[in-house]
């Protein structure tokens, strides 16, 4: 099921949601619409992680596949084509969105029933309405100009 367009998030943008989720080395990592790859690639290779994206689109994974492979992460990324919504997250540690407050909101109830007590949720520009955010964080990609700036939520699940 086709739910946000793939808009790239930013390296620097990805480096501080990674680093505001506070992953760590060996931690399982999810980016739910992995889009080419971006985000599990500087999870595995400047983290650390194992990182599994999701990513519907042929055009995507193949891009992302050939990242990984060029790379040579194969060992610490793993790429599913597939739908976000049956894909088992009970082993995330932290999770990394960049949908839509509605896409969002459908993913809510797998996130709330899957995810283990302590898994992080990081969200690029869009909350996730009812949950309340150990923090909001307003990112700037360049100070001198003061935008493109970005709105990070970071959740926890008690």
Known sequence: MFIAPFVASPLPV????????????NETFFDLG??????????????????????????????????IRELGLQDRVTIVQGDMFTVDLRAADVV???????????????????????????SHDYEIIGWKPYKIDNF???????????????????
Not at 14 to 25: F, Q, S, T, V
Not at 43 to 49: E, K, L, P, S, V
């Open 34 to 67: 992995a889009g080419d790859g971006r985000t599990v690639i500087m999870a595995a290779q400047d983290f650390g992680a194992r990182a599994v994206g999701v990513e519907l689109r042929d055009d995507l994974v193949k891009k992302a596949l050939t990242s």
């Open 14 to 25: 990805i480096r501080h949601m990674l680093e505001l989720a506070e992953l760590k080395h």
């Open 140 to 158: 700037c990609e360049n100070p001198k100009l003061g935008y493109p700036s970005h709105t990070i939520y970071a959740y926890k699940k008690q």
């Open 96 to 122: 990394f969105l960049y949908l839509t407050t509605s896409a969002n909101e459908k993913i809510k109830t797998k996130l709330e029933s899957e995810l283990k007590n302590g898994a992080r949720v990081v």
